[in-house]
T-cell receptor
Framework: DAGVTQSPTHLIKTRGQQVTLRCSPK?????VSWYQQALGQGPQFIFQ???????QRGNFPDRFSGHQFPNYSSELNVNALLLGDSALYLC?????????????FGSGTRLTVV | RKEVEQDPGPFNVPEGATVAFNCTYS??????FFWYRQDCRKEPKLLMS???SGNEDGRFTAQLNRASQYISLLIRDSKLSDSATYLC???????????FGTGTKLQVIP
């Protein structure tokens, strides 16, 4: 049973460009959340998707947007990249009705903005 | 005040020692609590959920104190393989965001 899969694993972009990161949740999971983790910091919540809608959002600008598809997979889009957007981007999934299971994380996409 | 606060450490302990981490949270509406473990440059992995009555999983014991708004993690008989960063995670449930602490780094020394 595949866990959470993310693509690509690594990415280098130039300041001002746009990037799309992809996530397939674990089988049986319908809720997807995205996190940004800078070096030496804990993951910072970006947003959560359930039933193809954004349900909750953290303190991130509108440059960060997302989408969830009918098969529960999700995308994170970041426009007008800044150097400060360089980080590990983590996708996590869980079943909405079993929060006590906690989230399962993918191995992340390491984004470098130059 | 940060929503979830942890001592960043590092905690350097010898093999076989017992070590405890605390974590405080500010949102009294928080409903779900977890400890995650994160190895260097890897994704976080769920270590254990934290239940109101406290719970144990082998050498690991988690406690929740709602009145004082903190959770704790106790590791007994530390192993070299326990060396990692331990993240405290709090959620108000449902659609509410999940908030991570910055993590506590543990280094178990031979």
């Amino acid at each position: 049973d595949a866990g959470v899969t993310q693509s690509p694993t690594h990415l280098i972009k130039t300041r001002g460009q746009q990037v799309t990161l992809r996530c397939s949740p674990k089988s049986g999971h319908d809720t997807v959340s995205w996190y940004q983790q800078a070096l030496g910091q804990g993951p910072q919540f970006i947003f959560q998707y359930y039933e193809e809608e954004e349900r909750q959002r953290g303190n991130f600008p509108d440059r960060f947007s997302g989408h969830q598809f009918p098969n529960y997979s999700s995308e994170l889009n970041v426009n007008a990249l800044l150097l400060g957007d360089s980080a590990l981007y983590l996708c996590a999934s869980r079943p909405m009705d079993r929060e006590y299971y906690g989230y399962t994380f993918g191995s992340g996409t390491r984004l470098t903005v130059v | 005040r940060k929503e979830v606060e942890q001592d960043p450490g590092p905690f350097n302990v010898p093999e076989g020692a017992t070590v405890a981490f605390n974590c405080t949270y500010s949102n009294s509406a928080s409903q779900s609590f977890f400890w995650y473990r994160q190895d260097c440059r890897k994704e976080p992995k769920l270590l254990m959920s934290v239940y109101s009555s406290g719970n144990e999983d082998g050498r690991f014991t988690a406690q929740l104190n709602r009145a004082s708004q903190y959770i704790s993690l106790l590791i007994r008989d530390s192993k070299l393989s326990d060396s990692a960063t331990y993240l405290c995670v709090v959620s108000a449930g449902g659609y509410q965001k999940v908030t991570f602490g910055t993590g506590t780094k543990l280094q178990v020394i031979p």
